[in-house]
């Protein structure tokens, strides 16, 4: 619901703080998957915050690794999967290469 009213005022920068931190994992995923379909239809730049690897890596064209305070950017990915994303994204070779390479920052110390 807060999606279709943000999108009714027609924002050129859709900004999305965690949209699905409350939802369990089958339903957050039905829903990131619905935010594509939305998007498809009415194209957007859309800052989306999560803290889980594989939702940016479906949802974004580009991933961006924060560190911690104070706040920098470590990397920025390029996620070149096809579009449309779908169930099969997932189990795309790339897609598991992209999500790795991301989780590195988490499991690897910061230089």
Do not use: C
């Not at 931190?21 to 957050?28: G, P």
């Not at 594989?54 to 305070?69: H, I, Q």
Request: proline fraction near 7%; charge should be negative.
């Amino acid at each position: 619901v807060g999606i279709v009213r943000a999108l009714l005022l027609n924002p050129d920068i859709l900004l999305m703080d965690e949209p699905f931190s409350a939802l369990d994992a089958m339903t957050r995923e039905q829903i990131g998957f619905d935010l594509l379909k939305i998007w498809q239809e009415n194209p957007k730049t859309v800052l989306f915050i999560t803290h889980s690897i594989a939702e940016a890596v479906l949802l974004a064209d580009r991933v961006l690794v924060m560190s911690k305070r104070p706040g920098t950017v470590l990397e920025m990915v390029d996620v070149d999967l096809p579009r449309p994303r779908t169930t099969h994204t997932i189990s795309d070779p790339r897609f598991g290469q992209l999500t790795e390479r991301l989780r590195k920052h988490i499991y690897e110390p910061e230089a």
